[in-house]
C-alpha cells in the first residue's frame, strides 16, 4: 500500500530559488495537510486543505503557497526560497469523521536545505 | 489558542523498564487527544487516541488516559524494548471552519538501551 507519497526525498536549493514539493495519497481522503518539522518545535501546520477544491492558512504560511491540484494531490510551492525554510517537510491526509478527528496518515517526509 | 506541551526528552530507559512521557493541554471545547510515534527516518503513525473524558486509548502495550480535569493525556508502558526506541508527539484536534486540524507538542525523544 503507497498510502502518501511525497517527492523529492531530498532537496538542497540556494537562496531565492524556488520549487515544489509534491504529495499523493491514494486514499481517497477529503483532506491533506502540509508540516514542517524542526527540532525543538515539533510539527507545525503550513496549510491545509478540507476537501478538494479549498485551501487555509495554518500556523507558518508565509513563504509558502499550495494547490490542491485534484483529490489525490496536494503540492506546497517556495517561491523564493530563504535559509529559515530549511525543515522536513510532511504531507498529510485524513477522512473526515463524523465526529472528533479523523487520523493523520503521514508521508515519509522531504529534508529540505536551503544554503 | 489550542496547545500542547509535553516533557521534554530525551527519555533513557532501560529495557522493560516502566514509561511515563506527560502531556498536557489547553484548548477550548473538548478536544480528541492523540498520541503519535516518529521511528528514525519514518513519517509520524498513529499509536493511540481518544475522543472524550475518561476514554483510554491503548496500543502495542502503550496506554492513555483522557483526563478532562487536569487537561493531561499522559503516555505509558509498563516494559519498554529497544524497538519502542522514537520520538513521540502529542496532540490534539481542534476545529476550523467545521473542519479538523491537529496541534503537536514538541515532541519527546525516548532512548531504550538493552
Known amino acids: 500500500n503507497a498510502g502518501v507519497t511525497q517527492t523529492p526525498k531530498f532537496q538542497v536549493l540556494k537562496t531565492g530559488q524556488s520549487m515544489t514539493l509534491q504529495c499523493a495519497q491514494d486514499?481517497?481522503?477529503?483532506?491533506m495537510y502540509w508540516y514542517r518539522q524542526d527540532p525543538g518545535m515539533g510539527l507545525r501546520l503550513i496549510y491545509y486543505?478540507?476537501?478538494?477544491?479549498?485551501?487555509d492558512k495554518g500556523e507558518v504560511p508565509n513563504g509558502y503557497n499550495v494547490s490542491r491540484l485534484n483529490k489525490r494531490e496536494f503540492s506546497l510551492r517556495l517561491e523564493s526560497a530563504a535559509p529559515s525554510q530549511t525543515s522536513v517537510y510532511f504531507c498529510?491526509?485524513?477522512?473526515?469523521?463524523?465526529?472528533?478527528?479523523?487520523?493523520?496518515?503521514f508521508g515519509e517526509g522531504s529534508r529540505l536545505t536551503v544554503l | 489558542g489550542n496547545s500542547v506541551t509535553q516533557m521534554e526528552g530525551p527519555v533513557t530507559l532501560s529495557e522493560e523498564a516502566f514509561l511515563t512521557i506527560n502531556c498536557t493541554y489547553t484548548a477550548t471545547g473538548y478536544p480528541s487527544l492523540f498520541w503519535y510515534v516518529q521511528y528514525p527516518g519514518e513519517g509520524l503513525q498513529l499509536l493511540l487516541k481518544?475522543?472524550?473524558?475518561?476514554d483510554k486509548g491503548s496500543n502495542k502495550g502503550f496506554e492513555a488516559t483522557y483526563r478532562k480535569e487536569t487537561t493531561s493525556f499522559h503516555l505509558e508502558k509498563g516494559s519498554v524494548q529497544v524497538s519502542d526506541s522514537a520520538v513521540y508527539f502529542c496532540a490534539l484536534s481542534a476545529m476550523n471552519s467545521g473542519y479538523s486540524t491537529l496541534t503537536f507538542g514538541k515532541g519527546t525523544m525516548l532512548l531504550v538501551s538493552p
Open positions: 481518544a475522543t472524550k473524558a475518561d
Open positions: 486514499m481517497n481522503h477529503n483532506s
Open positions: 498529510a491526509s485524513s477522512e473526515i469523521p463524523r465526529q472528533g478527528a479523523g487520523e493523520l496518515f
Open positions: 486543505s478540507a476537501s478538494e477544491g479549498t485551501t
